[in-house]
């Protein structure tokens, strides 16, 4: 009879009956392979039953091994009785007990209301609905909770509790209630809604993007066949240029759409279900002693952010009117911005600066730059180096360096920073630092006495100024003189550089009162720009536009268009009182970084 009422045992993944290796037996009862479950722990990073569905969030090597008597539930009436092992095939859970058929059919002629669940879900609900009897008074289970101290009482402790925080009385609430006041999951729920939501938008807009790329081709199919039969070969060599140009943009597209929002959304997806696991299977009390564990994990999943993708450089397509040697062109596309909160933008130019933090650092700063969300300050008077992370706490001397860091940038894991040394022979000297602090290596370069200088880095190359021999020198990441680059507007003043758009660096120099732009391939001016006095600190925002600030400046900015260098814009903090030297600048994402020196103060802005 036993036999007869045994689930039949066989593996969910691979469909075995017999000679299953190392069964298992799951909370829901279902036995599977232990081979199969590892290999789907390792692919979905929790165990699914292919028979109910249901998630688990266990240790597959913590999991019972299974035989047809792990599947056995007996009647408790017939146990009582003394009789043999009689499956039960129902619980109810007012009673408490299993029953086989034949006591159910009595247990429902005195206790038709009673609620009851199959054999399937009592084993999943067991741990769940295991009774926990109170310390204090063994004899009772904890039957509610205080959801303002969150402590457990059986019915002896409402009797003689003490009063809850600030000597009020207790708030009671049973254990179900409780679990629900504690552990809220409708804002993951929320994130995970939102997330699926952007997920489809951009999916939408990549359909979009190669709908819009299809016609273009086809208006350049349409313009080629129109041409003569000499310009055909242009007319290939352009739609080469143009699909090259859309394929990278459209990569980064589909790279953003799985990489970033899809990966998050399987994230909060596994997550959630984890979480609805716990509290499926988990003890009331494991649930209310471990809440603020589980708080903390849904806290920290509905705050995620997905970084912005900023799309520029790429492609459009315009026809010429006229009749040429070709009859179109590749002309550059709006920019994008696709982002979580405001899903596809196009960027605007900069109005004013919002202040978002000041943060006081070691030393006066000379120089800043971020590296995957950490901001590395340079200091003066041998301070060495403080790192600010995304929640503005500070590192103080986090890489320790002896003499004054002029300048600093970052690239493949490392910390790149131009150190002046002012002893008995005063020389410049590029130090490579791990994320750790530890020094990796160092060169020296060549330059004149003047203290404030900068460095950049271009297509992995590291660039720094060579006043004294009015020039740029190129170096590898680890060292080597790639190649020297003619710069005669250097002057031997102070100087800052920052990378700009397509092997090209802006120099800022404050003794010519000058920021010029330079094609560091064919060595070429591109334009200079005279509008700002003095400048000194300088950077590249979405690759659009040139920030520029000055001499004893009050946060005010000066706006560039990196193309022409022609001046956009000014905005600046009115704030701000007190006049400062800024020999630096950054842009990370929308937050523009302003090292103010006299203050030893970094200010974080919000690009509005």
Same mark, same amino acid.
């Given at each position: 009879m036993a036999e007869a009422a045994v689930e039949k045992v066989e593996c969910g993944f691979c469909l075995l009956e017999e000679g299953l290796e190392n069964p298992k037996c799951l909370p829901c009862g279902h036995v599977h392979c232990l081979l199969c479950l590892t290999r789907n722990v390792d692919v979905n990073d929790m165990i699914r039953c292919p028979w109910c569905r249901e998630v688990f969030d266990v240790r597959v090597e913590n999991l019972p091994s299974a035989d047809v008597e792990d599947n056995f539930v007996s009647c408790d009436v017939c146990t009582k009785k003394g009789l043999k092992k009689v499956p039960a095939v129902i619980y109810c859970t007012v009673c408490r007990k299993l029953f086989c058929r034949k006591h159910d059919e009595s247990h429902d002629d005195t206790n038709d209301d009673h609620q009851k669940m199959t054999i399937s879900d009592y084993r999943i609900q067991a741990k769940r609905l295991e009774r926990r009897v109170c310390p204090k008074h063994t004899a009772y289970p904890y039957i509610q909770g205080c959801k303002v101290c969150v402590q457990l009482f059986c019915m002896q402790c409402t009797s003689c509790t003490n009063l809850c925080v600030g000597d009020s009385p207790h708030h009671m609430v049973n254990l179900d209630d409780l679990i629900k006041e504690l552990i809220n999951i409708d804002d993951l729920l929320t994130t995970e809604d939102k997330m699926s939501a952007f997920f489809k938008h951009l999916s939408k807009t990549?359909?979009?993007?190669?709908?819009?790329?299809?016609?273009?081709l086809n208006i350049l199919h349409t313009q080629r066949d129109e041409q003569l039969t000499e310009v055909r070969l242009k007319y290939e060599k352009l739609e080469e240029e143009f699909l090259a140009s859309r394929k990278k943009t459209k990569d980064a597209l589909d790279a953003y759409m799985e990489r970033e929002v899809g990966t998050v959304l399987s994230q909060l997806s596994n997550s959630r279900m984890k979480i609805e696991a716990q509290l499926k299977r988990n003890n009331q009390v494991d649930l209310?002693?471990?809440?603020? =564990?589980?708080?903390?994990?849904?806290?920290?999943?509905?705050?995620?952010?997905?970084?912005?993708? =900023?799309?520029?450089?790429?492609?459009?397509?315009?026809?010429?009117?006229e009749r040429r040697e070709i009859e179109a062109e590749l002309v550059p596309a709006a920019d994008m911005i696709i982002s979580l909160d405001q899903g596809v933008t196009t960027p605007t130019l900069p109005k004013s600066l919002k202040l978002l933090q000041s943060v006081d650092v070691s030393d006066e700063c000379l120089s800043v730059c971020t590296y995957e969300g950490n901001s590395y300050v340079g200091l003066d008077s041998g301070a060495g180096i403080d790192r600010i992370d995304e929640s503005f706490s500070v590192s103080k001397?986090?890489?320790?360096?002896?003499?004054?860091?002029?300048?600093?940038?970052?690239?493949?894991?490392?910390?790149?920073?131009?150190?002046?040394?002012?002893?008995?022979?005063?020389?410049?000297?590029v130090n490579v630092y791990d994320l750790t602090g530890k020094?990796?290596?160092?060169?020296?370069?060549?330059?004149?006495?003047?203290?404030?200088?900068?460095?950049?880095?271009?297509?992995?190359?590291?660039?720094?100024?060579?006043?004294?021999?009015?020039?740029?020198?190129?170096?590898s990441l680890t060292g080597?003189?790639?190649?020297?680059?003619?710069?005669?507007?250097?002057?031997?003043?102070?100087?800052?550089?920052?990378a700009a758009d397509r092997h090209c660096v802006v120099v800022s120099d404050y003794g010519s009162s000058q920021v010029f732009k330079l094609d560091l391939t064919t060595e070429k001016v591109i334009w200079t720009c005279k509008d700002v006095s003095q400048p000194q600190g300088v950077t590249c925002y979405r690759s659009k536009y040139i920030l520029v600030t000055n001499y004893s400046s009050k946060t005010t900015i000066w706006i560039l268009d990196v193309k022409t260098g022609t001046q956009l814009a000014k905005i600046e903090d009115p704030t701000v009182r007190i006049d400062s030297n800024v020999f630096d600048l950054h842009v990370y994402r929308d937050t523009l970084i302003v090292p103010r020196y006299n203050e030893k103060k970094v200010l974080f802005y919000q690009l509005n």
């Open positions: 990549v359909s979009d993007f190669d709908n819009e790329t299809e016609e273009l209310v002693e471990g809440f603020a =564990e589980i708080e903390n994990k849904i806290q920290r999943l509905i705050s995620v952010e997905i970084p912005k993708l =900023e799309l520029c450089d790429f492609m459009s397509l315009k026809v010429k009117e001397s986090f890489v320790s360096v002896t003499k004054n860091v002029n300048g600093v940038a970052a690239c493949t894991n490392q910390l790149y920073a131009l150190v002046y040394v002012s002893d008995r022979n005063p020389r410049w000297v020094q990796v290596t160092s060169w020296s370069h060549h330059d004149s006495g003047v203290r404030i200088n900068k460095l950049a880095i271009v297509d992995d190359q590291v660039v720094v100024p060579d006043r004294h021999s009015k020039r740029l020198t190129i170096y080597e003189v790639i190649k020297h680059v003619s710069c005669p507007l250097l002057s031997n003043s102070n100087t800052a550089i920052c």
